[in-house]
């Protein structure tokens, strides 16, 4: 095999000069671009996570902010009309605040799963309060979510773009759950890490009745 024909962007960049003479070079520029901007797009957040935690995305439920890549296939896709990270293809299904789940009623869905948005939010409880209601009881929340402090280190360490829109300075998962203990909602902690994937943290819980939470 040549040197050209294992390498694309030789391969294209041969094409162009042999398209040069006939004047139709922007064709080979323009699959030079589609390919370069396809290689070099960043992974999802989500990517790092998969292989643990969608085991708990079963049944009909929500990913909150996915950014163009879901946890699962099925989850109902959910992010701004206009999501300020691309990190996948699939398209916006449901557009509009992660605070205020209009299209469910109280206990519909089987899963909540929402990775590194929390973080951008004032009111830490009214959120999770927000997910948790449309959760069925037996439903599950899975929140993959930087440790800020991890997360700051890692930016000044490798020269990472630091993300402008995290709000607290002590989010953490220890910081979760206790916005979620004085929320007082019953749930079960079915899986949980304080650090994972160099700079996240990430908790499974599951929504209880009042009768299951007293027993």
């Known amino acids: 095999m040549t040197a050209i024909s294992s390498n694309p962007s030789l391969l294209i960049r041969a094409i162009r000069r042999g398209l040069r ?9 323009s699959l030079y ?3 370069t901007r396809r290689s070099s797009a960043p992974a999802s957040e989500t990517a790092k996570c998969r292989e643990r935690l969608a085991q708990f995305c079963a049944g ?3 990913d909150i902010g996915f950014g163009g890549d879901p ?7 959910m992010d701004m009309p206009q999501p300020y990270t691309n990190v996948g293809a699939m398209p916006v299904q449901l557009g509009g605040d992660a605070t205020h789940l209009v299209w469910f009623a109280d206990g519909t869905l089987d899963f909540v799963y929402s990775s590194h948005v929390l973080e951008d939010f004032v009111d830490v ?6 997910w948790l209601r449309v959760l069925k009881c037996g439903g599950r929340l899975i929140i993959y979510c930087p440790d800020e402090m991890a997360y700051r280190r890692y930016c000044a360490e490798t020269g990472h773009g630091y993300n ?4 607290h300075a002590d989010f953490s998962l220890s910081f979760v759950k206790g916005e979620l203990a004085r929320l007082g909602t019953a749930v079960r902690i079915l899986h949980e890490a304080p650090l994972v994937d160099v700079y996240s943290w990430e908790l499974v819980l599951e929504k209880l ?3 299951a939470a007293a027993s």
């Open 21 to 29: 003479p006939v004047g139709l070079e922007t064709v080979g520029r």
């Open 33 to 35: 671009h589609r390919m």
């Open 60 to 62: 009909y439920g929500l």
């Open 71 to 77: 946890i699962t296939s099925h989850a109902i896709r």
């Open 125 to 130: 409880s009214a959120v999770l309060a927000e």
């Open 164 to 167: 402008p829109h995290h709000v």
């Open 209 to 211: 009745s009042r009768d």
